[in-house]
């Protein structure tokens, strides 16, 4: 290989350090300082609810598991908000990349993500490892703070304009509150029949401290309003 072949390879791979591997630890450090203002959010709504509720059997608190997860206790419920360490770039079969903003500027279509996860808060403190959740949203904030939605409800409804819509203090507040408003909503069914007729002697046997059966908020049958929105 020639001399001048190895030395233009070099820099072209010195260019993508500095512009792409720079502008991704630039969204990564920015996603965290807007996973740290989700947390002060969700602190701060938990405390405004606690006001008015005295009811001390209705679960109102949250756990810090590190820097990038936070679990909610809400009544029955855990929301666990959870920032991915990588950062995304939307796929070339993305729409978004037709509209003028993302035409303007490729560095545009690279995000931060933030997962919101819902399961049932006796999952956790029972311990109960078969259990499952969901995913109900997850957040995807650009170096710009441009911002979407994908999500349940509302969630995956109100936020789908990344290039016209920016982060702040109030959207952050309605995020977590359109959160809360959708686990609450989001019951647990019966199971059906068949699933719960064949039971293992180990699994009768164990049947008092840990319910071996998955359990999770969707294993019955599906509401008709599951997807609707009134909040």
Request: glycine share 6%.
């Amino acid at each position: 290989m020639k001399k001048n072949q190895t030395e233009n390879n070099r820099a072209q791979i010195l260019q993508v350090l500095l512009d792409k591997s720079a502008l991704k630890q630039d969204i990564a450090d920015d996603a965290e300082k807007v996973f740290a203002l989700i947390k002060q959010h969700i602190k701060s709504e938990l405390k405004e609810l606690q006001k008015t509720i005295s009811d001390k059997r209705i679960r109102l608190s949250f756990e810090e598991k590190g820097g990038f997860e936070i679990h909610v206790y809400i009544g029955s419920d855990v929301l666990v908000f959870t920032l991915h360490n990588n950062v995304f770039r939307l796929p070339d079969s993305s729409a978004l990349w037709g509209t003028s903003y993302f035409k303007s500027n490729e560095n545009n279509g690279y995000f931060g993500v933030i997962y919101v996860y819902n399961f049932l808060a006796e999952s956790f403190l029972q311990n109960r490892l078969n259990d499952s959740g969901y995913l109900i949203g997850r957040v995807l904030v650009n170096h710009e703070r441009h911002f979407m939605v994908e999500g349940k409800g509302a969630l995956g409804q109100l936020f789908q304009d990344p290039q016209s819509m920016e982060l702040n203090d109030q959207i952050v507040c309605l995020i977590v509150q359109l959160s809360f408003h959708y686990a609450l909503t989001f019951d647990l069914l019966v199971p059906p029949f068949a699933l719960m007729e064949e039971l293992s002697v180990a699994q009768i046997q164990h049947i008092s401290d840990e319910l071996k059966l998955k359990t999770a908020k969707r294993l019955g049958f599906k509401r008709s309003s599951e997807d609707s929105e009134n909040f």
